[in-house]
Structures are given as structure tokens and as C-alpha cells.
């Protein structure tokens, strides 16, 4: 009589169960990036990442070393046993490649990698735009991510534990008057984040697309804009702009989780259910 093949599933549940106790901190000794971490939704994932374990690595960047040395003064006020370091990168200029391959060669490997750097938004609406300030618009919401990945991925440490989470906007699912160059770059990114999941596996690459959220990008809008932004924020279910700290648990969940790819992840105040 032939034997039966093994049942992976009994394979599987005879993994021995760890309990909650005892499992490992899965930040803990682990090497994060930030791209765009000193304000907005950046800084709060950095202070959410530091939160999780005085052993993990912080190295945050923007394109003002001023900003960065703040930055790291104020985070390491709350948490002071963690390494946290800082490298000056703008994504806006035209040698960004050569500016994200040096930092990378000056940070050497990490673990993880968010992109959340995001220029001020001057011209989002299709009657105001030209083609320079169209492609303007993408340099460093769209451009610069896929750099990042492709410098980047070369410095994760291999397997399905790594992961790259880029950020869009609700405004790429859910259509909003005016923001129509905006829009674009924001529904190609999670474009980019599904291929990219396949093209780098076991790397993990996600994305979050937050609703309006109340940041300092917020204080740079023009008042039409910003009035837009809260009446659009009111009509949500949850009635309010998102809070940064609320919005920085997706990307920790994206981190975590090493069974989650090419996914992106709403924070977005129920957003594209309101009317
Ligand atoms: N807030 C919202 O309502 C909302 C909604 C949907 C999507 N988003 C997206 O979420 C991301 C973060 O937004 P936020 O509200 O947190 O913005 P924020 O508070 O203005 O933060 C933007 C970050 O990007 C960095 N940055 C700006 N220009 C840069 C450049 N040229 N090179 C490198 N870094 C640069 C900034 O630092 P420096 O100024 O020091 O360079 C800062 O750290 C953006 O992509 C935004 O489009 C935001």
C-alpha cells in the first residue's frame, strides 16, 4: 500500500505556539529608514517605531539638515536609549539618484524602508498645470519611491522580514475637485506597489494612502485648498482629519506583518464611503 503524502497542515499545526509573552519584539535590533520623517505622518511613524523597542535603529531623512538635527534632539528628549541618526536627501533636485545611492552606501543595511517625504502641493488642479509643474508634482511623491526601492532593495535584508512601504492618497481611489495631477501619481504608486511586490519578493513592499490628515503640509496649502481639506474631512464618517499617531499604526502594521504584500493600506477617515 502506498504511504500517504505528509499533510503540510499537520506540519503546521505541530508548530510548537509561541506565547504572546515570550514572543520576540519584531522591531527590537532592527534598522528603520524614514524617508520624510521630520514632520507630518513621517515623524509620527518615527516616534511610533521608537516607541516599539529602546533597541531599535532610527536613521530619518529629509532635504534640511536643520530639520533632521531638530528632529533627532526632540525625539531622543522621549526616548534616549535608541540610535537614532539623520541623512540629508532632496528628492526634488535632479541628481535625487545619486543623493539616494549615497545615502544608502552611508547607512548601509536596514530592515525596513518608509518613504512619507512629500513637497509642498502648489499646483494640483489640471487647469493650472504645466507640463514642467506636472512633472514637478511626481518628483517626489512617485520618482523618487521607485529610486528608493531600486537603491534601496539592495541594502534590505533579504527575505519576506523586510519591506519597503511607500505612502499615497486617498485622492488616487476617490476623486476630489482640483486634485487631478495629484491624483495620478497618487493612484500610480499603489500601482507600483503591487509590481514591485512581485518584482523584489521575498522583499515586502505596501503601501498607506491616508485620507486628509492634519500635518504641517496642511499649514503650506493655499486657503482654497485648506478649506477644501476640512470641509472634505467633516463629510467623512469619522468627522474629522486623521491624527498623524492614528495613521502611523498602518505603517507599523505593514512592517510587522512579513505575511502582507503589494497591499495598500486606508487610513483615510472612511473617506470613500461619504458622499
Ligand atoms: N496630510 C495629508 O492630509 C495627506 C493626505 C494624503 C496623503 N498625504 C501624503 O503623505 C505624505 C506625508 O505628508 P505629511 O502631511 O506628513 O507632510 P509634511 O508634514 O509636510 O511632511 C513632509 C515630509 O517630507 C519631507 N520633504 C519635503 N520635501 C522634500 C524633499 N524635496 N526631499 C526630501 N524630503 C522632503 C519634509 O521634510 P523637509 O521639509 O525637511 O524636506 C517632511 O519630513 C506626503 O506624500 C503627502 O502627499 C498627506
Not at 544608502?104 to 509643474?133: M, N, Q
Not at 532593495?153 to 488616487?172: C, D, H, N, Q, R
Not at 496649502?221 to 478649506?227: H, I, L, Y
Request: charged share 20%.
Amino acid at each position: 500500500m502506498k504511504a500517504a503524502a505528509p499533510s503540510t497542515r499537520l506540519q503546521y499545526h505541530k508548530r510548537p505556539r509561541i506565547a504572546m509573552a515570550a514572543r520576540p519584539n519584531k522591531l527590537a535590533n532592527k534598522h528603520i529608514v524614514v524617508f520624510g520623517g521630520t514632520s507630518g505622518i513621517g515623524f509620527a511613524v518615527a516616534e511610533a517605531i521608537l516607541a516599539c523597542s529602546p533597541t531599535t535603529r532610527l536613521t530619518i531623512s529629509s532635504s534640511s539638515g536643520t530639520k533632521i538635527e531638530a528632529t533627532i534632539k526632540r525625539l531622543l528628549q522621549t526616548f534616549p536609549s535608541n540610535a537614532i541618526a539623520g541623512h540629508v536627501c532632496d528628492l526634488a533636485t535632479p541628481d535625487l539618484e545619486d543623493s539616494i545611492s549615497s545615502l544608502f552606501s552611508a547607512i548601509g543595511k536596514v530592515d525596513h524602508i518608509i518613504v512619507t517625504a512629500g513637497d509642498p502641493i502648489s499646483r494640483a488642479s489640471v487647469h493650472d498645470s504645466t507640463l514642467d509643474s506636472i512633472r514637478a508634482a511626481g518628483q517626489v511623491r512617485f520618482i523618487a519611491p521607485i529610486l528608493i526601492a531600486k537603491h534601496g532593495s539592495k541594502y534590505l535584508a533579504p527575505g519576506p522580514e523586510s519591506s519597503i512601504v511607500f505612502t499615497g492618497a486617498m485622492v488616487g481611489q476617490r476623486p476630489m475637485e482640483g486634485w487631478a495631477v495629484v491624483a495620478g501619481y497618487a493612484s500610480g504608486i499603489e500601482g507600483v506597489t503591487r509590481n514591485l511586490a512581485v518584482d523584489l519578493k521575498p522583499l515586502r513592499v505596501n503601501c498607506v494612502a491616508p485620507g486628509p490628515v492634519d500635518t504641517e503640509l496642511v499649514a503650506g496649502m493655499s486657503d482654497e485648498q485648506r478649506r477644501g481639506f476640512y470641509a472634505i474631512a467633516a463629510k467623512t464618517p469619522v468627522g474629522r482629519p486623521g491624527r498623524p499617531e492614528d495613521v502611523a499604526e498602518a505603517y507599523l502594521w505593514l512592517i510587522k506583518d512579513s505575511n502582507v504584500t503589494g497591499f495598500v493600506a486606508c487610513s483615510d477617515a472612511g473617506a470613500k464611503l461619504s458622499g
